[in-house]
């Protein structure tokens, strides 16, 4: 088989370096086809990402390949990536709870082991999760469930970023939508809490009943809200959530659904920036410095939310598919079932850099 060789000798290293970090050239998925098509050897050096190295593929009887070599997922073959093949690559997890952690009734004791070995080497786990209520509530939720405190560092909540933009706007009469077990985002308020037809602010935290499995049932109330221009801030974007067996719809559906009928929304958890950037401000308390984005994996579930967030925000991302679009992925068995997953993913998320897929969150 003949091999070619390819050199770049123009650029300088700063002008390539600039060149692989513009998100919207990355060549990760196109790359990945191309192994796949063809028999190829690829040079994988260390610390690929920072270093911004360049390696060529040699292949028979095809195309040379030349590779930016700006992730860690890179491999001569396509298949699940658990996360010991990126442990090393990343000083912190920014990871997602329900759906990748535990299904809302028990943990899930592979991704217990994988958070628990990964920070056994040092590193830092952040949970991140759009629940609508104070971090202090989902400490005792977790274990209760049965994930170990060894298993994380620190939890940040929407319901934490919430209650900031909250304060923003205290002297707003707020109407609280959402079931009573989330009324502690409302302590230490000082806004006046009022019923929908007094409201100006509507602090959104789920639908009043977990049973409710549509938002048709609330149109009346939203379109009411609309009418006297009542701002909703959505304390949880997520759309659906997998509990047990079953899928419950959560505040992102309802915050939705009053955008669709023309109100106004802001979106306080993932996909949005201000989450991510206080997660981040906790990793480096945690760590004793600040730590560049590229150094910090988004991990989890949802497309909307986790993945939108992760590729919004400039971080990598690390996708669970036996979650919330487990029915959409299956069991992803095979290098043309993560192939097709991967170029979905690519599509809805432009300049996304998705180092991995597995199934489950798990060490090996």
């Not at 692989?20 to 192994?35: E, G, I, K, P, S």
């Not at 923003?168 to 989330?182: I, V």
């Not at 308390?285 to 989890?300: D, F, M, N, T, Y």
Request: glycine fraction near 8%; proline fraction near 4%; aromatic fraction near 6%.
């Amino acid at each position: 088989m003949q091999s070619r060789t390819v050199a770049y000798c123009r650029a300088t290293q700063r002008e390539m370096a600039q060149k692989l970090r513009r998100r919207h050239t990355r060549m990760f998925l196109d790359t990945a086809f191309a192994v796949q098509k063809w028999p190829t050897t690829i040079a994988v050096g260390e610390g690929a990402r920072d270093q911004s190295r360049l390696t060529v593929g040699s292949l028979a009887d095809s195309p040379v390949i030349l590779m930016a070599l700006t992730t860690p997922f890179l491999a001569s073959s396509i298949g699940l990536t658990p996360l010991s093949g990126l442990a090393n690559h990343y000083d912190g997890l920014l990871c997602d709870i329900w759906g990748v952690i535990h299904n809302g009734v028990a943990a899930f004791d592979d991704a217990v082991d994988a958070l628990c070995r990964y920070r056994a080497s040092g590193r830092h786990v952040v949970l991140i999760t759009n629940a609508p209520r104070s971090c202090r509530e989902i400490y005792p939720q977790l274990e209760r469930l049965g994930v170990p405190r060894e298993a994380f560092d620190s939890i940040v909540t929407s319901g934490d970023v919430t209650r900031k933009a909250v304060e923003e706007k205290a002297d707003a009469a707020l109407f609280h939508f959402g079931p009573a077990r989330d009324h502690s985002v409302l302590e230490g308020l000082t806004n006046p809490i009022v019923g929908p037809s007094d409201a100006k602010l509507c602090l959104l935290t789920g639908p009043l009943d977990d049973a409710i499995e549509t938002v048709d049932v609330y149109h009346s109330l939203l379109a009411e809200m609309r009418d006297n221009a009542v701002e909703m801030i959505c304390a949880n974007p997520d759309l659906v959530v997998r509990d047990g067996n079953r899928m419950v719809i959560c505040a992102g559906s309802i915050a939705q659904r009053y955008a669709q009928l023309g109100g106004t929304v802001m979106f306080a958890g993932k996909p949005e920036a201000p989450i991510y950037d206080e997660a981040v401000k906790r990793i480096a308390s945690l760590a004793g410095q600040e730590i560049p984005k590229s150094r910090l994996l988004a991990v989890g579930d949802g497309l909307p939310t986790d993945i939108k967030g992760a590729a919004d925000n400039d971080f990598d991302a690390y996708f669970i598919s036996g979650g919330i679009h487990a029915d959409e992925f299956g069991d992803m068995n095979t290098a043309a079932d993560v192939a097709e997953a991967i170029q979905r993913i690519k599509s809805q998320n432009l300049g996304i850099n998705l180092v991995g897929i597995c199934d489950r969150l798990r060490w090996e």
